[in-house]
């Protein structure tokens, strides 16, 4: 007895995609910002701000509160670092995103013109530093080209920068990335009222910044292989793989 079982071109074409999908499984990561910390100049320049949550918790920019008889404590910056996963020889970095709660503004909040001046994210000078010592005096730096932008609006909530590149660097040197975040203009003045919060872990650990990576490849190790091959034959053979009436000859 001889059976003959036709795929129709459905079917035929669900395969070549499940072997295309097998062959480069792609598997998406969420890391969670491991240090998070703001930096203050002025008097405040020797002040460790690891506890301090107000409005968010994280600052950029300056407030034009300053005066002769209010001594400045800024401007301010913010620093984030994040420990990247160890990769398997072979995966591709297809994707970075970066991910970000914006609280509110300065200039908003106390009802102020609304300054929208550009603030920039640059990669750090080093990685060698950590929120609960970090300082205006003792800030590692930034590089000199942004990697991503940002200009305050009235609507605070989740921003996103893609960091792709910036990733891709990081992991050249090791498995840390560290970011600045800082004003373009950090020119303490009563007319500058640039200053914007975002939300660090200690604020709020549902509002704080992570990174979003899509891998191609085996992904990082000590991990369990993907099973994306296992999910889409199922899809296939559930939903899309009809075979046609079995032809049965003696």
Not at 39 to 58: C, H, I, P, W
Not at 81 to 108: C, D, K, R, V
Not at 135 to 148: E, F, K
Request: aromatic content about 10%.
């Amino acid at each position: 007895m001889n059976i003959r079982m036709n795929l129709p071109a459905s079917a035929a074409v669900g395969l070549t995609l499940l072997s295309t999908i097998c062959s480069s499984p792609i598997l998406a990561l969420t890391i969670s910002v491991t240090e998070d910390v703001s930096v203050l100049g002025g008097t405040r320049a020797n002040q460790n701000y690891e506890n301090n949550a107000y409005k968010g918790g994280l600052f950029s920019g300056v407030d034009g509160a300053y005066s002769s008889a209010n001594p400045s404590d800024a401007p301010a910056r913010f620093y984030l670092q994040f420990t990247l996963p160890t990769l398997e020889s072979g995966t591709t970095i297809l994707s970075a995103t970066l991910n970000g709660y914006y609280n509110n503004s300065y200039s908003m909040l106390n009802g102020l013109t609304f300054d929208q001046s550009v603030h920039h994210l640059y990669l750090a000078n080093s990685n060698n530093w950590d929120s609960s010592t970090l300082t205006w005096n003792n800030q590692p730096g930034l590089r000199s080209v942004p990697i991503g932008s940002f200009i305050p609006d009235k609507s605070p909530g989740w921003r996103t920068w893609g960091i792709t590149q910036a990733v891709k660097e990081s992991y050249q040197a090791g498995n840390t990335l560290s970011i600045g975040f800082r004003a373009d203009n950090e020119n303490v003045s009563a007319n500058n009222n640039d200053w914007v919060f975002f939300a660090s872990h200690e604020s709020d650990p549902n509002s704080a910044f992570y990174l979003e990576l899509k891998l191609g490849g085996k992904g990082p190790k000590n991990t369990p292989e993907p099973t994306t091959c296992a999910y889409c034959l199922s899809a296939i053979l559930c939903g899309g793989m009809l075979y046609r009436r079995r032809k049965m000859s003696h």
